[in-house]
C-alpha cells in the first residue's frame, strides 16, 4: 500500500529555515519522479519543486536558490531543506508520487510570520 507521510513543518520566522520530509511506504523513492506542492488559502496548488528518479531537478521560480529537494534512498525519505524563508512561502507543503495515479500525503503546516 502506497502511503506518503509529511512532516517537519511549522512557525518560523522570517529568514528562517525549514526542513521538510516525506515519508514513503509501499514503493522505493529512488526509482520514481516525485514532487513537492504547496497551496495557500484561497489559492490553487502550485509546484514547488520535483526530482526525477534519475537526479534531475526543478523549482519553481520563486523558490529557486533557497530551496533544496533532495532524496534519502537509506531512509526512503523525500527532504525539502527550505532556507530564507519568505511570508509568501506560508502553505500547506504536500509530496506526491505518480505510479500510475497520483498519491498524496495529508500535508504539513509551513508559517512564516514575525
Known amino acids: 500500500q502506497v502511503q506518503l507521510v509529511e512532516s517537519g513543518g511549522g512557525l518560523v520566522q522570517p529568514g528562517g529555515s525549514l526542513r521538510l520530509s516525506c515519508a514513503a511506504s509501499g514503493f522505493t523513492v529512488g526509482s520514481y519522479d516525485m514532487g513537492w506542492y504547496r497551496q495557500a488559502p484561497g489559492k490553487q496548488r502550485e509546484l514547488v519543486a520535483t526530482i526525477t528518479s534519475g537526479g534531475g531537478t526543478i523549482y519553481a521560480d520563486s523558490v529557486k536558490g533557497r530551496f533544496t529537494i533532495s532524496r534519502d534512498n537509506a531512509k526512503n525519505t523525500m527532504v525539502l531543506q527550505m532556507n530564507s524563508l519568505e511570508y509568501e512561502d506560508s502553505a500547506v507543503y504536500y509530496c506526491?508520487?505518480?505510479?500510475?495515479?497520483?498519491?498524496w500525503g495529508q500535508g504539513t503546516q509551513v508559517t512564516v510570520s514575525s
Open positions: 506526491n508520487v505518480y505510479l500510475g495515479k497520483t498519491y
